[in-house]
């Protein structure tokens, strides 16, 4: 539990305005100096070759004493949100750099991917969705909601809700961060289902 556990200590550090908040401003701690750039402007500021797709399909961090810089191939603007693949490659890196990995093995690939999960999709929160609204949310809901692909949001929800046990480290802190948005979702979902009732 102990990467599900990080990454919920992450997200209590994190000003919640949305299901789904900006990943570059997070706030990572003054301990944990992170920077992101592209391939591409990495290679032009440090004056090395650019990295190309079939080389690193999607991402990696660079680790300079106690700086991390994640490279991306996609652009990367702070006016504008990353798109769903750069949303969950950020996520896998930063997890690489809170759990201490130095390598990428395939343990530390699925600790990564965990965490990934857990950061841009909160159990947690899902379970609380679905309780309060009284229904399973939808693939397309979770998408749009934790701004995670369609498949990212199958294999949350299908791994979430089939399962028996869930940590309830943080709980309150964390459902007590996410209450307004969430109390603002399910109002909204309710006056929807009930606007349809109407019009048939």
Request: with cysteine; proline share 1%.
């Amino acid at each position: 539990m102990k990467v599900i556990d990080k990454a919920r200590e992450l997200l209590l550090r994190q000003e919640v305005a949305a299901f789904s908040p900006e990943i570059q401003r997070m706030n990572f701690g003054e301990d944990k100096r992170i920077y992101f750039d592209t391939f591409e402007g990495y290679a032009k500021a440090t004056g090395t070759r650019t990295i190309s797709r079939r080389e690193i399909k999607d991402g990696c961090t660079i680790i300079k004493g106690d700086i991390y810089i994640i490279l991306v191939h996609e652009r990367l603007t702070a006016a504008s949100r990353e798109s769903l693949r750069s949303r969950w490659t950020l996520a896998h890196e930063i997890a690489h750099v809170f759990l201490g990995h130095r390598q990428d093995g395939e343990e530390e690939e699925r600790q990564a991917d965990r965490f990934a999960s857990e950061l841009l999709v909160p159990e947690l929160i899902l379970l609380e969705l679905r309780k309060r609204l009284n229904r399973n949310l939808t693939v397309d809901e979770v998408s749009r909601l934790f701004g995670v692909s369609h498949n990212a949001a199958a294999v949350r929800l299908n791994h979430v809700f089939r399962r028996d046990f869930f940590s309830v480290y943080l709980k309150c802190e964390l459902l007590q961060k996410y209450e307004r948005i969430i109390q603002d979702y399910v109002k909204n979902a309710r006056r929807k289902q009930s606007l349809l009732v109407y019009v048939r």
